[in-house]
C-alpha cells in the first residue's frame, strides 16, 4: 500500500507569489495512478504511480507538495519512508 502525509500548496492566483494557500492532504493507494503510456521508458517489473491535478477555482495551481510518503508491500511491512519536498511541474 502507497500512503502520503502531508501538505500541497498553491499559488492562490497570485501574482507575486506571496499568497501561496497550504492544504494538509492524506492520500493511500486509490488517490495515485499508475504511470503509463507517458514517453519516458518503462522498466520491467517496475510499477510508477503518479498524482494529477488541475487548476482549482478557489486555489489556482499546484506549486508544490511536502510530506512523507511510505510504501508497504505486506501488513505489518513497510520499507522505509521518503521526505518529499518537490516543486510541481508540468
Do not use: C
Not at 39 to 47: I, M, N, Q, T, Y
Not at 60 to 77: A, H, N
Amino acid at each position: 500500500m502507497i500512503h502520503f502525509k502531508g501538505v500541497e500548496i498553491w499559488d492562490g492566483h497570485g501574482w507575486s507569489g506571496l499568497y501561496d494557500i497550504e492544504r494538509p492532504v492524506e492520500w493511500t493507494g486509490n488517490a495515485f495512478e499508475a504511470d503509463i503510456g507517458t514517453r519516458r521508458p518503462h522498466e520491467p517489473g517496475v510499477a510508477r504511480y503518479r498524482k494529477l491535478y488541475r487548476e482549482e477555482k478557489d486555489l489556482g495551481q499546484i506549486k508544490k507538495i511536502k510530506g512523507t510518503l511510505t510504501y508497504s508491500p505486506l501488513p505489518g511491512v513497510s520499507l522505509p519512508a521518503i521526505e518529499v519536498d518537490d516543486v510541481a511541474w508540468i
